[in-house]
């Protein structure tokens, strides 16, 4: 099992372009989510999917989208992106979506860089 | 008050000696708690998960959780210097769906 992927790996955008990241997992895991780690802040939730078909905000949404295309994928879109979300994104998965353990597991992340 | 504190460290101790890592939460509701490790440049890895009051021991590593008191810790015995990384702690509120970080306290294990 690969557990979770994530492309890309690296990546560098202008400010205003769009790039959407891509995660999947091979768990069979209910729910998937997207944080964003940045230096003195710790792991933020930005999205997550509880279940197929469903997708909430986390901390910080503002200026991303997400769409869970299946029980397997979940991707995150900057349709403009600003300086401000250079940072370090990581997908997790975890098999149940609440009421219980949560244990969530990481893709290896990607390091994106706004100029 | 943050949810979930950590001190950033680093916390350097020398080979073969127990390091202990100590976090602090804020929600009393607080169900789960996570202890993750995470080399630098790499993503958080799960080392420890632990739901009940009292000691859960895997290995060289022991969770404690005092839910009273809101503390949960990280013993890491016979420290080798693979053990340097970030260690981060994790707080799972179940009505709220959500697992809360730590910014992380850093290990240092010296030779």
């Known amino acids: 099992n690969a557990g979770v992927t994530q492309t890309p790996k690296f990546q560098v955008l202008k400010t205003g372009q769009s790039m959407t990241l891509q995660c999947a997992q091979d768990?069979?895991?209910?729910?998937m989510y997207w944080y964003r780690q940045d230096p003195g802040m710790g792991l933020r939730l930005i999205y997550y999917s509880a279940s197929e078909g469903t997708t909430d905000k986390g901390e910080v949404p503002n200026g991303y989208n997400v769409s869970r295309l299946n029980k397997r994928e979940f991707s995150l879109r900057l349709e403009s992106a600003a300086p401000s979300q250079t940072s370090v994104y990581f997908c997790a998965s975890s098999e149940r979506p609440s009421g219980g353990p949560n244990e969530q597991f990481f893709g290896p992340g990607t390091r994106l860089t706004v100029l | 008050q943050k949810e979930v504190e950590q001190n950033s460290g680093p916390l350097s101790v020398p080979e073969g000696a127990i390091a202990s890592l100590n976090c602090t939460y804020s929600d009393r509701v607080s169900q789960s708690f996570f202890w993750y490790r995470q080399y630098s440049g790499k993503s958080p890895e799960l080392i420890m998960s632990?739901?009940?009051?009292g000691d859960k021991e895997d290995g060289r590593f022991t969770a404690q959780l005092n839910k009273a008191s809101q503390y949960v810790s990280l013993l890491i015995r016979d420290s080798q210097p693979s053990d340097s990384a970030t260690y981060l702690c994790a707080v799972f509120q179940g009505g709220g769906n959500k697992l809360t970080f730590g910014t992380g306290t850093q290990l240092k294990v010296e030779l």
């Open positions: 768990m069979n895991h209910n729910s």
């Open positions: 632990i739901y009940s009051n």
